[in-house]
Antibody
Framework: EVQLVESGGGVVRPGGSLRLSCTASGFKFDEYGMNWVRQVPGKGLEWVSGINWDALNTHSTDSVKGRFTISRDNAKNSLYLQMNNLRVEDTALYYC??????????????WGQGTLVTVSS | QSALTQPASVSGSPGQSITISCTGTSSDVGSTNLVSWYQQLPGRAPTLMIYEVNKRPSGVSNRFSGSKSGNTASLRISGLQAEDEADYYCSSYAVSSTLVFGGGTKLAVL
């Protein structure tokens, strides 16, 4: 059974940093692209960043470029999102989601339960 | 990186069929078969219902079907059931190697 467990969310002041983690199990992690998708409570889904199976290609939505960095450690079956210079508008539930193949942007097929990030002064 | 366009809400009676549209551009929906649909029940993470325009993952009811024409993809749910009441999202691969979601559609089963 595919399992994705996120951690690292919390409350942070504007301009602060957080590092989210996602631990995967139940599949060959190094064969799949991975994504971070966020959702403001009561609002829609927004793709944040994706990383291909080999970590050689990463992509992010424009609003987080230069502030967020996606990475992975295939030896640890783990996905990360380093978030710097956080803004109030980054407040959301952040989901870790497995891609449908080795390329992250193909779409997702399994999701974790999310970790909540709140940016507030 | 504009969101795909979905109707905010649709509704139907039990047993009826409904269709949810997802309109993009020639840079996303119109140029790929990597279009997916997700169901999100209240308080839950999304689950995949359709991938590659019209394929169903194992375990998804055949009452759910997908199609695409030009820049618009569609999700059809036949034989509506109360348990289908949820939010539905589409997603598409975009030519910039990014993933774009629709704004979401709230389905009410009256």
């Amino acid at each position: 059974e595919v399992q994705l467990v996120e951690s690292g969310g919390g409350v942070v002041r504007p301009g602060g940093s957080l590092r989210l983690s996602c631990t995967a199990s139940g599949f060959k992690f190094d064969e799949y692209g991975m994504n971070w998708v966020r959702q403001v409570p009561g609002k829609g889904l927004e793709w944040v960043s994706g990383i291909n199976w080999d970590a050689l290609n990463t992509h992010s939505t424009d609003s987080v470029k230069g502030r967020f960095t996606i990475s992975r450690d295939n030896a640890k079956n783990s996905l990360y999102l380093q978030m710097n210079n956080l803004r109030v508008e980054d407040t959301a539930l952040y989901y870790c989601a497995r891609a449908q193949g080795g390329i992250a942007a193909t779409g997702t097929d399994h999701w974790g339960q999310g970790t909540l990030v709140t940016v507030s002064s | 990186q504009s969101a795909l366009t979905q109707p905010a809400s649709v509704s139907g009676s039990p047993g009826q069929s409904i269709t949810i549209s997802c309109t993009g551009t020639s840079s996303d929906v119109g140029s790929t078969n990597l279009v997916s649909w997700y169901q999100q029940l209240p308080g839950r993470a999304p689950t995949l219902m359709i991938y590659e325009v019209n394929k169903r993952p194992s375990g998804v009811s055949n009452r759910f079907s997908g199609s695409k024409s030009g820049n618009t993809a569609s999700l059809r749910i036949s034989g509506l059931q109360a348990e289908d009441e949820a939010d539905y999202y589409c997603s598409s691969y975009a030519v910039s190697s990014t993933l774009v979601f629709g704004g979401g559609t709230k389905l009410a089963v009256l």
